[in-house]
């Protein structure tokens, strides 16, 4: 109709099919003067190029559009009236790509559900609905344990009942199919919490219940003097008492093995400070004229080289929404040290609209937030803290005060102490010999003697 030739014809699909309205500008002129050559009148012939301009925008063939709205009626049917089988049906299919298990989690979660933990003596391979309010993690959704230990598990604790303590899982389970890596990316998940919750003194005593379990093995193989099988179900074994781990490390530990963080994120462990830090939170940026303030946790990073050198794009996560941050060759040479995946990092950055072509229906496509600076907690206290502040009630003791502070007074940042009792009370701020550096231990000792809402740090 327009006179194209293939190859002119292809150029034009391809500008329809990659969503390009500047190339379907330059595309208008030709085909319309061509159609009015060959007999076509000039509005028919714009009517037409209206038409293929419309659906360049979004098109979909009629039957195409069909079969997807009737697999969004159906799975919109199940959602509504079956909705804890649908969350379940879908974690299942997806729990190898832990990056949709948490998506489907959070809005399961979004939509009031509950997702319960993983559970040695509770959940099977597959994520299973519960009631009809909630959903019991699947154990397959852990990284490195597979469905043959899984199913190992489940056939033990169906013969045997629930399991008593690590010694006894060991004892109990196939150990041709559950290994130790499995038993331990169990038990960072949380698996064996409510067995035990001390995940540092499970960890430590794996190696010794396997050891234990395979002499019982032994010993199950032959007869005793008087007939009767040597050892018995009941383990009777201590575990080997370490340290547990903190909410960080723990946090940590469930990243590992499931893929992201399930009882808590680091984020929220700050929260607080960083509220009177930040000044605009990941999910509400605003393009800005400024530099601003924002924190996040690393969840993720991509490198690339540019003409200019190497340049990064950091993913942050603040626990409830995700930004991009784009990392020049300037400042990644001066901030790589900090570029890890699962660090807290404070960021001075440019909020920009992204001048490239608009999306679908007129959307802008997005937001551009380039690093000026890149700071961990600790740097970004040293740069923008004003004044440590203590709140102190009648029981509290000047001596100790002290005491905590005397290691840490090489710092800059001023104390400002205020006391109250039954008759009066007011601010005392300590001299300049008593300026200190904010350090995790002294924070974490302050907190702990004063409680954590007595102590800020002023921003």
């Known amino acids: 109709i327009g006179g194209y030739t293939l190859g002119a014809a292809d150029l034009l699909r391809r500008a329809m099919g990659k969503k390009l309205p500047e190339e379907m500008a330059k595309h208008r002129q030709g085909f319309t003067s061509g159609a009015v050559e060959r007999g076509l009148s000039s ?36 959602k509504t009236h079956y909705p804890t089988p649908f969350f379940a049906a879908n974690l299942s299919m997806v729990m190898d790509d832990t990056d949709k298990v948490r998506h489907f989690r959070d809005n399961a979660i979004a939509m009031g559900f509950t997702v319960l933990p993983p559970d040695v003596n509770a959940s099977n391979y597959r994520f299973e609905p519960v009631d009809a309010t909630s959903i019991r993690y699947g154990l397959g959704g852990i990284k490195g344990t597979g469905q043959v230990a899984i199913e190992a598990i489940a056939a033990a604790r169906t013969a045997g009942g629930p399991f008593k303590d690590l010694f006894e899982f ?15 990316a169990l038990i960072r998940a949380g698996a064996f919490d409510a067995i035990d919750p001390r995940r540092a003194s499970l960890i430590a005593s794996v190696g010794p219940a396997m050891d234990d379990a395979e002499r019982a093995e032994r010993a199950a193989s032959q ?24 909410e960080g490390e723990r946090l940590a530990h469930e990243k590992a093995s499931l893929g992201y963080y399930l009882s808590g994120h680091p984020y ?27 924190a996040g946790v690393v969840a993720a990073i991509r490198t690339q080289s540019s003409r200019r050198g190497k340049m990064a794009f950091v993913t942050l996560d603040d626990g409830k929404d995700q930004a991009e ?33 608009m ?12 690093a000026e600076s890149i700071h961990d907690l600790a740097s970004a206290r040293r740069k923008w803290a004003r004044m440590l502040k203590l709140e102190c009630n009648g029981g509290s003791s000047a001596d100790r005060l002290l005491t905590l502070i005397e290691p840490f007074r090489s710092g800059s940042c001023p104390v400002t102490v205020r006391y109250r009792n039954a008759s009066s009370g007011g601010e005392i701020q300590l001299g300049d010999a008593w300026r200190v550096n904010l350090d995790d231990h002294l924070l974490h000792g302050l907190r702990d003697w004063l409680r954590p809402e007595n102590v800020e740090i002023v921003y």
């Open 359 to 370: 999306g679908e229906e007129g959307q802008s496509p997005g937001l551009r937030i380039v």
């Open 43 to 78: 509005p028919k012939a714009t009517q037409l190029f209206d038409l293929m301009e419309k659906f360049a925008g979004y098109g979909f063939n009629k039957s195409h559009a069909a079969a997807y709205a009737l697999i969004a009626y159906q799975t919109a049917y199940l």
């Open 325 to 357: 941050i784009v990392v020049f060759n300037e400042s990644f040479d001066a901030y790589r040290h900090l570029l890890r995946e699962d660090a807290l990092l404070v960021a001075e950055v440019k909020v920009m609209q992204r001048m490239e072509r």
């Open 223 to 246: 007869v005793s003097l008087f007939g009767n099988e040597a050892g018995g179900t009941a383990s009777g074994h201590a575990l080997t008492l370490v340290r547990d781990w903190n």
């Open 268 to 294: 929220h462990a700050v929260a607080i400070e960083l509220a009177r830090l930040v000044q605009q939170r990941l999910g509400t940026l605003q393009p800005t004229t400024s530099l601003i303030r924002i």
């Open 170 to 184: 060991c004892r109990r389970v196939d150990k041709r199919a559950v290994n130790r890596r499995a038993i331990e």
